[in-house]
């Protein structure tokens, strides 16, 4: 009995895992396309200034909002890559055990606290500027900057989703091992 629900609970968790790592595998794919959008949009206001005398102040605050986009999109997927900062010096000579318990104590700490903080900090700034509806200070710039600033609560909120695949991982892994 105790063997069938180590297995419904590592299927479930891989299901899971599975979901998330899709959605976050997508938004960073997305973000990474918006890379490639955000260097022809720069190509193109450098072509406009220099062979039409024009400018554009949206196109260049457009840069500011791409630039937001491939953060926010790319910052959990680095973290489902493993690419995130980590002090390396001792951690890849640990067993894959002590690994996912190093993993699973800073998906369940570390993290949350780390994007909670985040969210609380940005919470005024954001829900200000949806207030106000905020926009360029331009007057031919955007108009959605409360927009743009919602970046800093959906960057916390795609993490802890990621946290919780990380923490799962770690927690198979140990159940392995």
Not at 118 to 128: C, N, R, T
Not at 145 to 158: C, D, E, G, H, N
Request: with cysteine.
């Amino acid at each position: 009995m105790l063997c069938d629900n180590e297995s419904m609970i590592t299927k479930l968790s891989t299901l899971v895992i599975g979901i998330i790592e899709r959605i976050i595998d997508k938004l960073g794919r997305m973000g990474s396309w918006f890379t490639l959008v955000m260097v022809l949009v720069m190509v193109l206001i450098v072509l406009l200034r220099y062979l039409f005398q024009v400018g554009s102040i949206a196109l260049q605050e457009t840069i500011t909002y791409l630039n937001a986009l491939i953060f926010t999109f790319g910052v959990a997927y680095t973290l489902k890559e493993g690419a995130h900062v980590r002090v390396d010096v001792a951690y890849n000579r640990f067993s894959e055990r002590t690994r996912a318990l190093i993993d699973m104590v800073g998906s369940l700490i570390l993290l949350p606290l780390t994007t909670g903080f985040i969210f609380w900090s940005g919470w005024d700034y954001v829900a200000v500027s949806w207030q106000i509806r905020e926009g360029s200070a331009e007057s031919s710039g955007l108009p959605f900057v409360y927009i743009l600033k919602s970046a800093i609560l959906v960057i916390p909120l795609l993490m802890l989703i990621q946290g919780v695949a990380e923490f799962l991982k770690s927690s198979n892994t140990l159940r392995k091992a």
